[in-house]
């Protein structure tokens, strides 16, 4: 049993995941590839100076991946529901079931609805600055969440907030990812020095 199924695999829900799984949560992503970034060129990611969409999100996934997600690549989820410990994700060929569900498809809100998650009157879904919904433990990320105003790193904040939220909740304390510069020396060793040099 994973800890955290992702729906969606675009900025928010592979953001999501690499946080989690990088902090030592079983997670699983879902994703039928539509993402929009398949359609754009990145002028505006902070820190990125240019970017194709489809290689930002081709390397996002080998980064989850390399991080240990279960990645369902080109895999449609049809239904999530809550269960008395958690939620229950279906696609065509098997279930799923974990602690956390973490929604992030894109513009349709069609399994938050069927989840049973509050909408605004601005008929998005309703989510906290944490992006909890009004189901504890079920998450609305990116697009979903905001009546246009969609960026890819506004989606990938949004992941990134889910995640922390998850990772304080099973941690009992505020958690943070904080890394130093010791963090990629220890990692990368000689790599870094001879970047230095
Ligand atoms: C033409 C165009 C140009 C753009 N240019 C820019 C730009 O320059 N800069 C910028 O910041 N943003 C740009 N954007 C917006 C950006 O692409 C979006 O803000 C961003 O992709 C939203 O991320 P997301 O993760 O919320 O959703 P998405 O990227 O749409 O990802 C949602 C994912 O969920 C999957 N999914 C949906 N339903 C299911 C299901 N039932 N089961 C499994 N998977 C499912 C979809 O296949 C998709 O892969 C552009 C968008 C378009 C259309």
């Known amino acids: 049993m994973a800890d955290v199924l992702v729906i969606g695999g675009g900025p928010a829900g592979l953001s999501a995941a690499l946080f989690t799984a990088k902090n030592g949560l079983g997670t699983a992503v879902f994703d039928t590839d539509e993402t929009w ?3 754009a060129h990145l002028f505006n990611y902070p820190g990125i100076g240019s970017i194709d969409g489809s ?3 081709t390397t996002l996934r080998e980064q989850v991946d390399d991080l240990g997600v279960t990645r369902h690549q080109d895999t449609e989820v049809t239904s999530v529901s809550t269960t008395d410990d958690g939620f229950l994700v279906t696609t065509a060929d ?3 079931t974990a602690d956390y569900v973490v929604l992030a498809t894109g513009a349709n809100r069609d399994l938050a609805d069927d989840l049973g998650c509050a909408f605004t009157d601005e008929d998005v879904i309703d989510v906290d ?9 079920a998450y609305a990320t990116g697009a979903m969440a905001r009546a246009e105003e969609w960026q890819a ?6 992941g990134a907030a889910a995640a922390l939220n998850i990772l304080t ?3 009992g304390e505020h958690f943070h990812d904080f890394d130093v510069p010791a963090d990629a020396e220890e990692l990368f060793g000689s790599l870094v020095d001879a970047e230095n040099q």
Request: proline letters at 0%; zero cysteines; a negative charge.
């Open 37 to 39: 970034l398949h359609k």
């Open 55 to 57: 290689t930002y999100i």
């Open 94 to 96: 098997d279930e799923s």
């Open 129 to 137: 600055v944490t992006m909890e919904t009004s189901v504890e433990d």
């Open 153 to 158: 790193v506004i989606s990938a904040g949004d």
């Open 169 to 171: 909740k099973e941690r």
